[in-house]
């Protein structure tokens, strides 16, 4: 394991001056586990996000020059960087999200997973196309699809994975040579803002920046040439008709509540043990974690005892680690806290957890769930699993379809036909067949 060499990682929390001077507004960033102060951030100004866009903009132009080879050299010194800070980057992001070493552990290796998958098929992925056929007989005209990336992309990353799903998406828009402007989360922007800093320490292209703030969310869309977004359907309408009114492109990945549906033939055990790791795992604040299960009546209580007898065990992984994970802001305790509240006034039976233990939430199964909840009909980004009671395959797979569906559907049944339908019918959502999702693949070793 190797060390932090950036001086960031040795400054100590700073507070918000109390001079009394008018200066730019702060972030305060507060650590979940304890509440302490870890840093403040400047907030950027409309202003300095459109001078950071068209600074980007012209540095574009020479980073595309560098071609695929140049450029893939220095995703290279980036990798390198990454590990040579890894025990600073690792702490910062426990620091900032409440992640255990674990957790934050695995998001720093899906970060190098991503790096290394986008390094080794560059060439290949922005490689010519060969003319086309022609579109109809006797056509003297031949299609051939060329690739000019963006000059400008923007990334409006989540809080709860802010290193990982950020850099999934910066990543392949730097290799295709386009400049990248990020915006983490106001909750969590210091580690990427240390990524982008160790960026620009290693002499590279300037071609790769960080804002922060709540206004550079809208000042970016209203700069970049594409946009991509990670968060809550709610705001991604928002950013979906702002990117429309500039005619730009923009991708969402959204959240929701991805649904598990077992039917009466799966194996139970193995199931539940399934079900508890895909909604529960980091507290449940994983955007593609499963936040609602149907269960066929047949196998009902047998599935929900057996998911009650892992979600009372759920607990760290490594053997330091103790108690439960801690969620990354105590106002979303306090909303998952809710929801377990209505589920209950509305009749669900509370079979496991259910209470607030300090800065973390107890790993929670609501039996007796039905579409009337909220914690059936808003995103939880929890560790609160309602199951729900059906009466077959049928109205399982209706249910789960019903809005607001999920980017991930798991089907668990014996009869493979059953589960190849299901994909069909899901799409376009990841479904996973006696598996939580492609989501949950263990990145491999770096």
């Given at each position: 394991?190797?060390?932090?060499?950036?001086?960031?990682?040795?400054?100590?929390?700073?507070?918000?001056?109390?001079s009394?001077?008018?200066?730019?507004?702060?972030?305060?960033?507060?650590?979940?586990?304890?509440g302490r102060?870890?840093?403040?951030?400047?907030?950027?100004t409309?202003?300095?996000?459109?001078?950071?866009?068209?600074?980007?903009?012209?540095?574009s132009?020479?980073?595309?020059?560098?071609?695929?080879?140049?450029?893939?050299?220095?995703?290279?010194?980036?990798r390198?960087?990454?590990?040579?800070?890894?025990?600073?980057?690792?702490?910062?992001?426990?620091?900032?999200?409440?992640?255990?070493?674990?957790?934050?552990?695995?998001?720093?290796?899906?970060?190098?997973?991503?790096?290394?998958?986008?390094?080794?098929?560059a060439?290949?992925?922005?490689?010519?196309?060969?003319?086309q056929?022609?579109?109809?007989?006797?056509a003297?005209?031949?299609?051939t699809i060329?690739?000019?990336?963006?000059?400008?992309?923007?990334v409006?990353g989540?809080?709860?994975?802010?290193?990982?799903?950020?850099?999934?998406?910066?990543?392949?828009a730097?290799?295709?040579?386009?400049?990248v402007?990020?915006?983490?989360?106001?909750?969590?922007?210091?580690?990427?803002?240390?990524?982008?800093?160790?960026?620009?320490?290693?002499?590279?292209?300037?071609?790769f920046?960080?804002?922060?703030?709540?206004?550079?969310?809208?000042?970016?869309?209203?700069?970049?040439?594409?946009?991509?977004?990670?968060g809550?359907?709610?705001?991604?309408?928002?950013?979906?008709?702002?990117?429309?009114?500039?005619?730009?492109?923009?991708?969402?990945?959204l959240?929701?509540?991805?649904?598990?549906v077992?039917?009466?033939?799966?194996?139970?055990?193995?199931?539940?043990?399934?079900?508890a790791?895909?909604?529960?795992?980091?507290?449940?604040?994983?955007?593609?974690?499963?936040?609602?299960?149907?269960v066929?009546?047949?196998?009902?209580?047998?599935?929900?005892?057996?998911l009650?007898?892992?979600?009372?065990?759920?607990?760290?992984?490594l053997?330091?680690?103790?108690?439960?994970a801690?969620?990354?802001s105590?106002?979303?305790?306090?909303?998952?806290?809710?929801?377990?509240?209505?589920?209950?006034?509305?009749?669900?039976?509370?079979r496991?957890?259910?209470?607030?233990?300090?800065?973390?939430?107890?790993?929670?199964?609501l039996?007796?769930?039905?579409?009337?909840?909220?914690?059936?009909?808003?995103?939880?980004?929890?560790?609160?699993?309602?199951?729900?009671?059906v009466?077959d395959?049928?109205?399982?797979?209706?249910?789960?379809?019903?809005t607001?569906?999920?980017p991930?559907?798991?089907?668990w049944?014996?009869?493979?036909?059953?589960?190849?339908?299901?994909?069909?019918?899901f799409?376009?959502?990841?479904v996973?067949?006696?598996?939580?999702?492609?989501?949950?693949?263990?990145?491999?070793?770096?």
């Amino acid at each position: 394991m190797r060390t932090a060499q950036n001086a960031y990682f040795a400054e100590s929390p700073r507070q918000v001056p109390s001079s009394g001077k008018v200066g730019p507004p702060m972030l305060i960033v507060i650590a979940p586990a304890d509440g302490r102060v870890v840093d403040t951030v400047p907030a950027d100004t409309p202003d300095q996000v459109r001078d950071a866009v068209e600074r980007l903009r012209d540095n574009s132009v020479l980073w595309r020059s560098l071609g695929v080879v140049g450029r893939v050299h220095w995703l290279n010194m980036l990798r390198n960087w990454l590990l040579d800070n890894h025990d600073g980057l690792v702490l910062l992001l426990g620091l900032e999200t409440g992640k255990s070493e674990t957790e934050a552990e695995t998001e720093f290796a899906l970060t190098i997973d991503a790096l290394d998958h986008y390094r080794a098929n560059a060439a290949d992925f922005l490689g010519g196309k060969l003319p086309q056929a022609p579109m109809r007989p006797g056509a003297i005209m031949q299609l051939t699809i060329a690739q000019q990336a963006s000059a400008v992309v923007g990334v409006i990353g989540p809080w709860t994975y802010p290193l990982a799903l950020t850099m999934i998406d910066a990543l392949p828009a730097l290799v295709a040579g386009a400049a990248v402007i990020v915006k983490p989360s106001s909750q969590t922007p210091l580690t990427l803002r240390a990524v982008t800093a160790g960026w620009a320490s290693l002499g590279a292209p300037a071609v790769f920046e960080s804002v922060a703030g709540h206004d550079a969310g809208p000042a970016i869309l209203d700069r970049v040439d594409y946009i991509r977004f990670t968060g809550s359907m709610e705001t991604g309408k928002v950013v979906a008709l702002r990117a429309a009114a500039r005619l730009i492109p923009c991708c969402l990945d959204l959240g929701g509540k991805s649904a598990a549906v077992v039917l009466a033939d799966a194996d139970l055990g193995k199931t539940a043990a399934s079900i508890a790791l895909g909604g529960l795992a980091n507290s449940g604040q994983n955007p593609n974690g499963i936040e609602r299960v149907y269960v066929e009546n047949a196998v009902y209580d047998a599935f929900v005892d057996k998911l009650v007898d892992e979600a009372a065990a759920f607990g760290p992984t490594l053997g330091e680690e103790t108690g439960f994970a801690v969620m990354t802001s105590a106002k979303h305790i306090e909303f998952v806290r809710d929801q377990v509240r209505d589920a209950l006034l509305k009749g669900a039976t509370l079979r496991c957890g259910g209470a607030a233990v300090g800065h973390s939430f107890e790993p929670t199964v609501l039996a007796d769930a039905d579409p009337t909840m909220s914690v059936l009909t808003q995103q939880t980004l929890g560790p609160i699993l309602p199951v729900v009671r059906v009466a077959d395959a049928g109205e399982a797979f209706e249910l789960a379809l019903r809005t607001p569906a999920g980017p991930c559907i798991s089907v668990w049944t014996a009869d493979a036909a059953v589960g190849a339908r299901a994909i069909g019918r899901f799409a376009p959502a990841r479904v996973g067949v006696n598996d939580v999702s492609i989501h949950l693949a263990h990145p491999a070793p770096y």
